[in-house]
């Protein structure tokens, strides 16, 4: 279904959030590398339908619609996600684990309606999730931020940061490494 939103969209509004649901049971309870690929996958297509290559007849609008359904659970996906790359658990995910957070910001920044309210939702979802994520980093505030801005700009450095993020929570690299990330530098 995930690869066909069309059909999500043109069906009641309540299989988003059952597919979005068990998408993160699975992010909450799966640790095999590939069925959570699958799942990180669909929570990209959810975000960011125009990432498949679809026939759409409707101009868009059953993706701004199933964009809108997802975004019900924002907070929930974007802590899940986080947190599987917190635990450890994402080390070998870290590009999936990209894809997946830089789907959910661009799905919000790109949104066709996108007035400034659905991009500080996200924003919000970030800010509150890191810390819960990440208790041990000090600088939250400037990590989320920064994670928000290069997703924006769909910066290859998000990659990067998520990665440093990663050795940080392995406990191989210290919060100062992400200094790098600053708006300044």
């Given at each position: 279904?995930?690869?066909?939103?069309?059909?999500?969209?043109?069906?009641?509004?309540?299989?988003?959030?059952?597919?979005?649901?068990l998408?993160?049971?699975c992010?909450?309870?799966c640790?095999?590398?590939?069925?959570?690929?699958?799942?990180?996958?669909?929570?990209?297509?959810?975000?960011?339908?125009?990432?498949?290559?679809?026939?759409?007849s409707?101009?868009?609008?059953?993706?701004?619609?199933?964009?809108?359904?997802?975004?019900?659970?924002?907070?929930?996906?974007?802590?899940?996600?986080?947190?599987?790359?917190?635990?450890?658990g994402?080390?070998?995910?870290?590009?999936?684990?990209?894809?997946?957070?830089?789907?959910?910001?661009?799905?919000?920044?790109?949104h066709?309606?996108?007035?400034s309210?659905?991009?500080?939702?996200?924003?919000?979802?970030?800010?509150?999730?890191?810390?819960?994520?990440?208790?041990?980093?000090?600088?939250?505030?400037?990590?989320?931020?920064?994670?928000?801005?290069l997703?924006?700009?769909?910066?290859?450095?998000?990659?990067?940061?998520?990665?440093?993020?990663?050795?940080?929570?392995a406990?191989?690299?210290?919060?100062?490494?992400?200094?790098?990330y600053?708006?300044?530098?």
């Open positions: 279904l995930v690869f066909a939103p069309h059909l999500l969209t043109s069906s009641t509004s309540g299989v988003v959030s059952q597919v979005l649901g998408a993160c049971v992010l909450q309870q640790r095999e590398r590939e069925p959570l690929r699958a799942v990180l996958r669909a929570v990209q297509g959810l975000f960011l339908p125009t990432s498949f290559k679809t026939q759409r409707d101009g868009g609008k059953g993706e701004e619609e199933l964009l809108l359904q997802s975004c019900r659970q924002g907070s929930q996906v974007v802590f899940l996600l986080l947190a599987l790359l917190a635990c450890g994402g080390e070998l995910l870290v590009p999936n684990l990209a894809d997946s957070l830089q789907a959910v910001i661009t799905g919000c920044h790109t066709r309606g996108c007035d309210s659905l991009m500080a939702e996200c924003r919000s979802w970030f800010h509150s999730a890191l810390p819960a994520a990440f208790p041990r980093i000090i600088q939250c505030e400037r990590v989320a931020s920064a994670l928000m801005r997703g924006e700009r769909r910066d290859r450095r998000l990659r990067s940061l998520v990665q440093d993020l990663a050795k940080i929570a406990g191989e690299l210290t919060e100062d490494s992400l200094l790098a600053d708006e300044d530098t």
